[in-house]
């Protein structure tokens, strides 16, 4: 998996990732999501239009993000979700606890 980085402002920025994600890259999704954190985001829109496959240790990810991001404020969502992806988080009921959009340009009103 890829994870491609876009900043917008000081406190915005687009995560693009490409690829699968699952128990051998979801650390490296950890670790973008995190060091953004860090860097001072509180605003993360996840692009996931290149993502047709999911895994617990990616909700683990997204779901630990969440905890993290309440602390200080921060939001996170998800924009282009594939149908498999889709299917996951249905079933997972992650899509309860993240906004999920059809376009950034969405997110980016809703937040």
Do not use: H, R, W
Request: glycine share 6%.
């Amino acid at each position: 998996m890829e994870v491609n980085i876009k900043e917008l402002d000081n406190n915005t920025v687009i995560l693009k990732l490409d690829g699968d994600i699952d128990v051998y890259t979801s650390s490296d999704l950890k670790d973008s999501i995190f060091s953004q954190i860090e860097l001072g985001a509180k605003k993360i829109i996840v692009d996931m239009e290149d993502v047709y496959y999911i895994d617990s240790s990616g909700i683990g990810v997204f779901i630990s993000a969440l905890g993290t991001f309440k602390k200080v404020n921060g939001k996170i969502c998800f924009v282009k979700v594939t149908d498999p992806v889709k299917k996951v988080f249905e079933l997972t009921k992650i899509n309860s606890f993240f906004p999920v959009f059809t376009t950034e340009t969405e997110a980016l009103a809703n937040f």
